[in-house]
């Protein structure tokens, strides 16, 4: 059971806007930055959002990310057939004095 | 072009102990935070160990306290984790991740089985 809360699946057809939540608490989202990462099949995750909302050079603008309180969501807009892997949100947790992950959210395209 | 590359994977009995090296290129190592992170077959990330740039403070995750520990020579734009007392459910593969989990290698394979 993960401590940042990601439900375990998606879909959406190309060109349309999906989102994906993560849910956690005060000791992580409540008070921390979420980052949220991108696994294609068969390699290594790369960032793809960070510090809620920002984008590392070279990530499309279809990204982007948001957080409310306790919860986060990433949004993909113009969905591509390259889209289709596995995205996983982190934070920082106060309490367990250590970073943790969502279980992660398979995106399918259709 | 920042580039980590993990080595040391490999079967390993359960009790016995590995250590897993990660060399960096690419950055100035010696001024960011390094990070172990693993994922088990057909499962999801997990934050394993991580240590500030000049080593004063390291970080575990509870499932592997006790049995891990991380290093690092910055004069070897290295980093290290020694696994000790393995068991079955360390059986993943291990990325080795730059600060902020900002750049990952391709990861090293750990099985720990009799």
């Known amino acids: 059971q993960s401590v940042l809360t990601q439900p375990p699946s998606a879909s959406g057809t190309p060109g349309q806007r999906v989102t994906m939540s993560c849910s956690g608490s005060?000791?992580?989202?409540?008070?921390?930055?979420v980052n949220w990462y991108q696994q294609l099949p068969g390699t290594a995750p790369k960032l793809l959002i960070y510090?809620?909302?920002q984008r590392p050079s070279g990530v499309p603008d279809r990204f982007s990310g948001s957080k409310s309180g306790t919860s986060a969501s990433l949004a993909i807009s113009g969905l591509q057939s390259e889209d289709e892997a596995d995205y996983y949100c982190a934070a920082w947790d106060d309490s367990l004095n250590g970073w943790v992950f969502g279980g992660g959210t398979k995106l399918t395209v259709l | 072009e920042v580039q980590l590359v993990e080595s040391g994977g490999g079967l390993v009995q359960p009790g016995r102990s590995l250590r897993l090296s990660c060399a960096a290129s690419?950055?100035?190592?010696?001024?960011?935070?390094m990070h172990w992170v693993r994922q088990g077959p057909g499962k999801g990330l997990e934050w394993v160990s991580g240590?500030?740039?000049?080593?004063?403070?390291?970080g575990y995750a509870d499932s592997v306290k006790g049995r891990f520990t991380i290093s690092r020579d910055n004069a070897k734009n290295s980093l290290y984790l020694q696994m000790n007392s393995l068991r079955a459910e360390d059986t993943a593969l291990y990325y080795c991740a730059k600060e902020n989990f900002a750049k990952w290698g391709q990861g090293t394979l750990v099985t720990v089985s009799s």
């Open positions: 690419g950055f100035t190592f010696e001024d960011k935070s």
């Open positions: 510090s809620n909302a």
């Open positions: 005060s000791s992580n989202l409540g008070f921390n930055t």
């Open positions: 240590i500030s740039w000049n080593s004063g403070s390291t």
